[in-house]
């Protein structure tokens, strides 16, 4: 069975190449602009991984993570977040909200793969 | 992997990003910021230095890299907005937009001309650079090898990789297994000893909690750096040793060994051969900045190995910055422009139907399907209303790239113009947003350029030193007008006249009104610029303005007075596909008037027949007769005949007319190249019944009534000169 993996970012080429490598890996992808629309496609619906990008209009990354976790189908669905180098106390954040990996931006199509078969088997 | 779309999305948004960046750099000038358009700002070049990474594209991301630390800087309020640095984003944005453009055009990315600007950007960066370096300069140098050679412990000739996951990873939905398997990718799995120790008796313990160890031997040919990146995710809540094979322990203090006459320090020294990581060293050293005692670095280092990895993060006291937000961004879907217009054909030929649905319904006596055809006329309308509103855009769209241009020109000239834009919101059709840019542009220059004074000549005239130059839009009778207004020293009649009969353009003896005057400049061949500058004497002159306005069915008006300022305003049709018809018989042909220029119907009084003007409540309404413009004579003409009153551009006209027929739906259809130059035609339509009838061209109508009046009808054949 494939895995699915949502992808939440307000930039569409992002997403676009991010959901194209992904697929390419065998992965089923939901992609989202931000935090609202993402629990709108999420609905309960069951995925391996989430990939969030922070800052977003709407709602951000860190709302939409701390959101995505209060349900219980999401408890152990684990979170990577998109940051920038200076954002420490994003991360910090992040983790408050539930999310343990980052990936910083820009990243490679190969980096992201990475980052998710370490999470998603 | 086919990434050509995904990029042709990352030039649009990249373009959209770079205009809202300008747009608010150019606000910075006139006025603080507000912390949200801070944020947006970073936030542009953020995105585009993201989304230009996962294309590979290293110039842009290096150079935008350089704008976002400089942004970063001015949001978190270390450093302010001067006019100096206003100048250096803007140039920086510019040159983000020829990289972006020369990645649309495929071209070369210039790379040079990005070092001179950086390294400008870089100057607003240097604080941070000395940070940086105080934290090196912290290490201590001493006994470098014996530490480092004492304090690891030697494994066999694999990797030995000690993991203790924390009781949280599972919580945290991380998975060791998933690790372990991703391990494989570097290497071979030797051999797995899993520590089972802490695992509870079966219902004491949490079961949510991970209790495993694992104690992992690895062959495998990666550096450290690489194995440890494995963990990543994991590595604040597990513990992590990892020991080198023993060939590299001895490779290590060679590799130290030969760097030992090198000045750097030992934190660089260790990361250079590979035996600590950065992350190892920037933890000991942050903890070693915090200690009132520091102690030798490589001390710490080799505690590190043994004790659990603190989170030193958050006891760098990083200044807190409160998560930005922004709301109200209105969500979108974009389409190709091909699909839009086809939808727009179709709603034209569905309209058509309905109508002719609707025609043969009221031929029937039967109420039921006369009703059904009326409701299925309204939800055509509905749907065509709601098709055509998918192709309007704000003209501010093109508005916003004038600022820019506004303060670059007035600034190469010397003046002092404020520009004043109203009305961005109204609205007009997609294709017409991108064709109209141009010959705006070429107003803009030439109001800046020939219209507004420099300041001292400003002053000579008792005007305010700084010129004010108007844009404005405004939606009139179906149609947007847009203004261009200067208050500069207008249009000098004299010397265009003069000019113009120089170039032989008019008789040196014609009688010419004003207006007649200054619509010379409209003339192809024609320069009032006594001396060719280099912004409006482009060999591209007001006639090709002209004919780009006459394109796309609109007009060009010229007001001006010596010395107040001279306006240019443009009147253009708010769709090109399907409007509003009233339709009008004349000798049994059927005509079609635009609705949203019709004013008013009256009876054509028996003393005004045969055109000319009449009196409509004291007041004189000049009027074309169609059957005699047509040349209409197939039918007698009925003892009572009918005018339609118009208004274009705010000039109102009569159309006298056989019989009124009533408002219909028309879907506007372009003549044939052989009619094209008509005049008084704008298109053709199809009726419900399946006829033709053709669409007046009611501006250049209103323009032939009033000129015919002013000339009482003798100099009729001059309606050429007229621009319609």
């Known amino acids: 069975m494939s895995k699915t993996v949502l992808i939440v970012d307000d930039s569409a080429s992002l997403r676009q190449v991010v959901s194209l490598s992904l697929k390419g890996a065998g992965y089923d992808v939901i992609e989202a602009a931000d935090g609202r629309d993402a629990l709108g496609k999420l609905g309960g619906q069951k995925v391996h991984l989430i990939i969030s990008d922070v800052n977003m209009p709407n709602m951000d990354g860190i709302t939409f993570v701390r959101e995505v976790k209060k349900n219980p189908s999401y408890r152990f669905t684990p979170v990577i977040m998109l940051t920038t180098e200076a954002t420490e106390e994003k991360k910090r954040l992040g983790q408050e909200a539930g999310a343990r990996a980052w990936v910083v931006k820009p990243f490679q199509p190969q980096q992201m793969l990475a980052a998710v078969s370490k999470l998603v088997m | ?724």
């Open chain 2, 1 to 724: 992997m086919d990434l050509s779309q995904a990029l042709a999305t990352f030039l649009d948004e990249s373009r959209d990003l770079l205009a809202q960046m300008e747009e608010i750099l150019l606000r910075a000038e006139t006025s603080d910021l507000a912390p949200e358009d801070m944020h947006a700002l970073f936030r542009c070049a953020h995105t585009i230095k993201g989304s230009a990474g996962l294309f590979g594209l290293d110039v842009v991301v290096r150079f935008t890299h350089g704008v976002e630390n400089v942004l970063d800087r001015l949001r978190n309020g270390e450093i302010v907005f001067t006019d100096a640095l206003i100048n250096l984003l803007l140039e920086s944005q510019d040159h983000i937009a020829r990289l972006v453009h020369a990645v649309a055009a495929s071209d070369a990315l210039p790379e040079d001309e990005g070092g001179p600007l950086l390294e400008r950007l870089q100057a607003f960066n240097n604080d941070f650079d000395g940070r940086a370096g105080d934290m090196v300069k912290a290490c201590e140098t001493e006994r470098v090898e014996v530490d480092v050679a004492s304090g690891i412990a030697i494994g066999a000739e694999h990797w030995h990789l000690s993991l203790r996951f924390g009781p949280d990873v599972l919580r945290n939905g991380m998975d060791p297994l998933a690790f372990i398997n991703y391990l494989r990718s570097l290497g071979d799995i030797v051999h797995v000893e899993t520590i089972t120790d802490a695992v509870p008796e079966l219902f004491a313990g949490d079961p949510e909690a991970c209790h495993l160890g694992f104690e992992i031997a690895l062959r495998s040919a990666a550096e450290k750096a690489e194995i440890e990146a494995v963990f990543e995710f994991v590595q604040d809540a597990a513990t992590i040793t990892i020991v080198p094979p023993c060939a590299r322990i001895d490779a290590f203090i060679a590799l130290i060994d030969a760097l030992g006459e090198d000045p750097r320090r030992l934190g660089e020294i260790l990361v250079a051969c590979g035996s600590v990581t950065e992350r190892e060293l920037f933890q000991a050293l942050a903890d070693q900045h915090l200690a009132t005692d520091p102690a030798p670095i490589g001390e710490l280092l080799i505690e590190r190995a043994a004790v659990q990895p603190r989170v030193v993060e958050a006891a760098l006291g990083k200044q807190k910055s409160a998560e930005e937000r922004r709301g109200g961004e209105g969500k979108s879907v974009k389409v190709p422009a091909d699909r839009l217009d086809a939808l727009i054909d179709q709603v034209g030929e569905l309209v058509i139907a309905g109508a002719a649905t609707q025609l043969h319904a009221q031929r029937t006596t039967n109420p039921d399907l006369q009703e059904v055809a009326s409701n299925l006329l309204r939800l055509v309308e509905d749907v065509r209303d709601t098709a055509l509103r998918l192709r309007m855009t704000p003209i501010g769209e093109v508005f916003n790239r004038f600022p820019r241009v506004v303060r670059d020109v007035s600034r190469e000239l010397g003046k002092e113009i404020e520009l004043v834009i109203s009305g961005a919101e109204a609205e007009l059709d997609k294709s017409m947003v991108e064709r109209i840019g141009d010959p705006l542009m070429h107003l803009v220059r030439n109001a800046i350029d020939h219209g507004i004074e420099g300041p001292a000549q400003r002053l000579d005239a008792s005007k305010p030193a700084r010129g004010t130059l108007n844009l404005n839009a405004y939606h009139e009778s179906g149609s947007i007008v847009i203004e261009v207004a200067d208050d500069g020293k207008g249009l000098d009649a004299e010397r265009i006249f003069a000019k113009a009969v120089e170039r032989g353009l008019v008789a040196p003896d014609a009688q010419l009104s004003t207006a007649e005057i200054h619509r010379l400049i409209l003339e192809p061949g024609f320069s009032t610029a006594s001396e060719v500058t280099s912004l409006s004497g482009r060999g591209v002159g007001m006639d090709v303005v002209k004919s780009n306005v006459e394109a796309l069915r609109g007009t060009l008006d010229i007001s001006s007075e010596p010395g107040r300022g001279t306006t240019m305003r443009l009147c253009l049709p708010l769709t090109l596909a399907i409007i509003d018809g009233f339709q009008v018989g004349v000798s049994g042909s059927t005509f079609i008037l635009p609705l949203d220029t019709v004013v008013e119907c009256i009876e054509l009084p028996s003393d005004a027949q045969g055109g000319g003007y009449l009196r409509l409540r004291d007041k004189v309404l000049p009027f074309v007769d169609l059957r005699e413009m047509f040349g209409l004579e197939d039918e007698p003409c009925p003892a009572r005949q009918n005018v339609v009153v118009v208004r274009f551009a705010g000039r109102q006209a009569g159309i006298a007319v056989d019989e009124l027929l009533g408002e219909c739906q028309t879907v506007i259809k372009p003549l044939g190249r052989l009619f094209e130059r008509v005049a008084g035609i704008a298109g053709s339509t199809i009726l419900g019944t399946g006829e033709v009838a053709l669409i007046l061209d009611v501006p250049q109508l209103v323009q032939r009534a009033i000129t015919n009046e002013g000339r009482e009808r003798s100099t009729a054949a001059q309606s050429s000169a007229s621009i319609a």
